[in-house]
């Protein structure tokens, strides 16, 4: 079985391992968020295609769910005592190294895509993992300061990390998304997919941000298999993350209903919701979207794999429709 998954960060990766537990045969390919890619030290930083590639390769720090295991913060700390920021982003040494290698090959001409596989050869994470684009894409976010009342647009990084989105956000951009293309490879994954999956990555800025590349969104409307998505919201909350604040500069409210009607019938077949929300089945299934209410918590793989097979489930209840 030929499997597509659009991937954001922590959501996008623990999904993905419960994928591979329950379905260890199936060939599947990851197309990864580079909207929250951000320049930092003179290096390219790509946190969502590092957290898939470190927490499918051993090398993710489980407790927080990003950066690498076992990290220390000489480097960091350094940088810090020249007065060189910024210092709200925590780059690990560890990390520091994988940032330094996928400077050095773009700086040398490769694409993102072919580096991406390049760092992927040394943590062989089971899957192709292929960014949405080798354009440069970044997410920002329009803001009003609240010491200063001044209205600004700040990288999605800057609201996320530095101000824990603690100030509503006003919109999202995906700044050059709109002249962006599908990297190589991208498009003939989803025409070749047995099943195209959502995992409850932020509906906005991960597998929106994705949907965003001109090509891609079109590719899987027009794909013919099952498209399934499991949602990021659960008792109209987020499980983790500010998926809420995201959905609201967008107009959209944060209920497991809404998301599902956000993405829309015409780009998915399924929707899972949790347990708790079952009361939204009947809506999502109003709205053209076969819907099903199974426990969507990740509590551990063995959680995961259990939602992974929901998903398939769920995939093949749409194809024999």
Known sequence: ?????????????????????????????????????????????????????????????????????????????????????????????????????????????????????????????????????DDRVETHVAVTLPDSGERKVIHFQEYWVRLRASVPAEAVVPVGAEQAKPAPGVLEAIAEADVILFPPSNPVVSV???????????????????????????????????????????????TAAAVAEHYGSGLLDGWLVDTVDASAVERVEAAGIRCRAVPLMMSDLDAAARMAVEALTLAEEVRGA
Not at 112 to 133: F, H, N, Q, Y
Not at 215 to 222: D, T, V
């Open 208 to 254: 929106g941000t994705i949907l965003a590349v001109p090509g891609i969104r079109e590719a899987i409307a027009e794909a013919g298999v099952p498209v399934v998505g499991l949602s990021p919201i659960v008792g109209d909350a987020p499980v983790r993350g500010m998926a809420d604040k995201v959905l609201a500069a967008v107009g959209v409210e944060s």
């Open 1 to 133: 079985m030929r499997i597509v998954v659009l991937a954001g960060g922590i959501g996008g990766a623990r999904f993905l391992r419960g994928l591979q537990q329950a379905s260890p045969d199936a060939d599947i390919t990851v197309i990864g968020n580079t909207g929250d890619d951000i320049h930092l030290f003179g290096l390219k930083v790509c946190p969502d295609l590092d957290t898939v590639m470190y927490t499918l390769g051993g090398g993710i720090n489980e407790e927080q769910g990003w950066g690498r295991t076992d990290e220390t913060f000489h480097l960091k700390e350094e940088l810090a005592a020249y007065g060189v920021g910024p210092e709200w982003f925590g780059l690990g040494d560890r990390d520091f190294a994988t940032h330094i290698v996928r400077t050095q090959m773009l700086s040398a001409g490769f694409p993102l895509s072919a580096v991406t596989e390049a760092l992927c050869d040394r943590w062989k994470p089971g899957v192709r993992l292929i960014p949405m684009s």
